[in-house]
Nanobody, 116 residues
Framework: QVQLVESGGGLVQPGGSLRLSCAASATIFSLYTMRWYRQAPGKQRELVALITTDYSTAYADSVKGRFTISRVNAKKTVDLQMNSLKPEDTAVYYC??????????WGQGTQVTVSS
């Protein structure tokens, strides 16, 4: 069983920045593709960003150029740097670790609220 613990959420004004972090307990963290999802009230959970085992990254169109995902395998962490935040970025953000079909784990989520 792998545990993922997110931190770094909070309240920020539009245009501000936040950095989310996810700490994993996985023994072989480097074998996991790590992803950040978010879910806003009344909406489906959506993929925000991912980073593969070879450090390739991909982003949702809505966050390209504003968000950056990174990982440090030695620390078993994956971060999401969020800049130029907008009210529509308000959501619960979830960390996800994927290794293969049937081997996938979720964190408990951290709230991000963008409001003046």
């Amino acid at each position: 069983q792998v545990q993922l613990v997110e931190s770094g959420g909070g309240l920020v004004q539009p245009g501000g920045s936040l950095r989310l972090s996810c700490a994993a307990s996985a023994t072989i963290f480097s074998l996991y593709t790590m992803r950040w999802y978010r879910q806003a009230p009344g909406k489906q959970r959506e993929l925000v960003a991912l980073i593969t085992t070879d450090y390739s990254t991909a982003y949702a169109d809505s966050v390209k150029g504003r968000f950056t995902i990174s990982r440090v395998n030695a620390k078993k962490t994956v971060d999401l740097q969020m800049n130029s935040l907008k009210p529509e970025d308000t959501a619960v953000y979830y960390c996800n670790g994927f290794r293969s079909a049937g081997v996938e784990y979720w964190g408990q989520g951290t709230q991000v609220t963008v409001s003046s």
